[in-house]
């Protein structure tokens, strides 16, 4: 787990009781250990990714109340200011991904490999 959040080898390898050396091991010659730890980065950010997405409404709901009902001109203009310039951003990522998924779709797919029996 320690691997997988960011910590240097050093770390996990204090934190599993285990050698540094057997842990770069670990790393190098056991495919399975190395994809269990990338298995889990994975897992992770797409947690952490579905935290942010669960709060998006509401950031950008006081992004929209800050641009129409703040105090200063200062905090209205920096609040318009992050509403255009973060909705430009997520039209062109939502844009790419489908741009992306019908590039992808159109590829051929690979003939499958002949059974040896």
Do not use: H
């Amino acid at each position: 787990m320690s691997l997988a959040s960011g910590c240097t080898i050093e770390v996990a390898a204090r934190e599993c009781g285990a050698a540094v050396r057997t842990v770069k091991l670990w790393l190098a010659d056991v495919p399975g250990f190395r994809r269990r730890v990338e298995g889990l980065r994975s897992e992770m950010t797409s947690q952490a990714l579905g935290r942010l997405i669960d709060n998006m409404a509401s950031a950008s709901d006081s992004l929209g109340y800050l641009s129409r009902k703040g105090k200063s001109e200062m905090v209205r203009l920096s609040a318009a200011r992050a509403v255009i310039e973060l909705g430009c951003k997520l039209r062109e990522t939502v844009e790419l991904a489908e741009r992306v998924a019908k590039l992808e779709a159109a590829q051929p797919q690979p003939a499958p490999k002949p059974r040896i029996a």
